[in-house]
């Protein structure tokens, strides 16, 4: 079984409908984040959360909110979706240790708004 | 604020041929730096990591170094093949007195297509 799983892996949706994209992880780590993937842009941080009472904003906020509802869970959501988030959205999870980190990704959720 | 700057793509080259994307950065302190790998339809994998200046990561014939004097972290493969056919991404995280930030800046990423 995958460590970091995200559902749903694919989502159609329509302007201004709220949306919620779900990630889970069994690596017990405490870190968790969500980037956006565009072409030619790499991918940018939406949000982080270093515990389950920390959750900070990242490059790119705007539009997004977050959930932290236990270590293993960190969902993001959209409010009222807009068809410049149409984009490939990946959660990632890490684990600091000797003052160094790695991250995990998952399989990415691919949103398409119309 | 940092960034990560990669060259353009994408890179087409044949099987058993040299590799070398190329990376630099620009970041205060002392940055961890990272290569990951997408795969098509897949997430990011870390390929490899260094985290302190001269340090070589090495991971399945791929190899970078780290480079303080010329701020970068090029990624190299001697012979690649089909199977390497992927996204590349440089990234970094920041560091302070040895501890990371946890927040990774990436690159644009760079399409690299093997044919046989």
């Known amino acids: 079984d995958a460590d970091v799983t995200q559902t749903p892996r694919n989502r159609i949706t329509k302007t201004g409908k709220r949306i919620m994209l779900e990630c889970s992880q069994t690596k017990g780590h405490d870190r968790m984040y969500w980037y956006r993937q565009d072409p030619g842009l790499g991918l940018r941080l939406i949000y982080y959360s270093f515990d389950v009472k920390d959750i900070n904003k990242g490059e790119i906020s705007d539009g997004y909110s977050v959930s932290r509802q236990a270590q293993a869970k960190f969902s993001l959501s959209l409010e009222s979706a807009i068809p410049n988030q149409t984009a490939l959205y990946f959660c990632?999870?890490?684990?600091?240790?000797?003052?160094?980190?790695?991250?995990?990704f998952g399989p990415g959720t691919r949103l398409l708004v119309l | 604020g940092d960034s990560v700057t990669q060259m353009e793509g994408p890179v087409t080259l044949s099987e058993e041929a040299f590799l070398t994307i190329n990376c630099t950065y620009t970041?205060?302190?002392?940055?961890?730096l990272f290569w990951y790998v997408q795969y098509p339809g897949e997430g990011l994998q870390l390929l490899l990591k260094a985290t302190k200046a001269d340090d070589k990561g090495s991971n399945k014939g791929f190899e970078a170094t780290y480079r303080k004097e010329t701020t970068s972290f090029h990624l190299e493969k001697g012979s690649v093949q089909v199977s390497d056919s992927a996204v590349y991404f440089c990234?970094?995280?920041?560091?302070?007195?040895?501890?990371?930030?946890?927040?990774?800046?990436f690159g644009q990423g760079t399409i690299l297509t093997v044919h046989p």
């Open positions: 990234a970094l995280s920041a560091n302070a007195g040895g501890t990371s930030y946890g927040k990774l800046t």
């Open positions: 970041a205060t302190g002392y940055p961890s």
């Open positions: 990632a999870t890490s684990d600091l240790s000797w003052g160094q980190e790695t991250q995990y």
